[in-house]
């Protein structure tokens, strides 16, 4: 549910600032218009946005790279310890 509340002075807008989120609203939109000021409540809990299927794609490729990366490295240091043993 969705509440909108008025206010016309700092005192007042804290005050149903206090009393909303005490109550257990959250604040989701505060406008300041030229004739009214206003402060929406809502009482749905916040849920935060879901990655787009790029985003994810994005993610997942930047990790695999990095991965790679230490792999590579780990090879490259393998190599030479092989190579450190055949010369001995």
Do not use: C, H, W
């Not at 804290?14 to 218009?33: D, F, K, P, W, Y």
């Not at 206003?38 to 994810?56: A, V």
């Not at 997942?60 to 240091?77: G, P, W």
């Amino acid at each position: 549910m969705i509440q909108k509340f008025t206010y016309s002075t700092q005192e007042e807008r804290e005050r149903i600032l206090q009393e909303q989120t005490s109550a257990g609203l959250r604040l989701v939109a505060e406008a300041n218009l030229i004739d009214e000021n206003y402060l929406i409540f809502t009482d749905e809990p916040y849920t935060p946005p879901q990655p787009s299927n790029d985003e994810i794609l994005s993610q997942t490729v930047a990790q695999l790279t990095l991965e790679n990366a230490d792999l590579k490295a780990q090879v490259q240091t393998l190599a030479q310890t092989v190579a450190q043993l055949l010369l001995k």
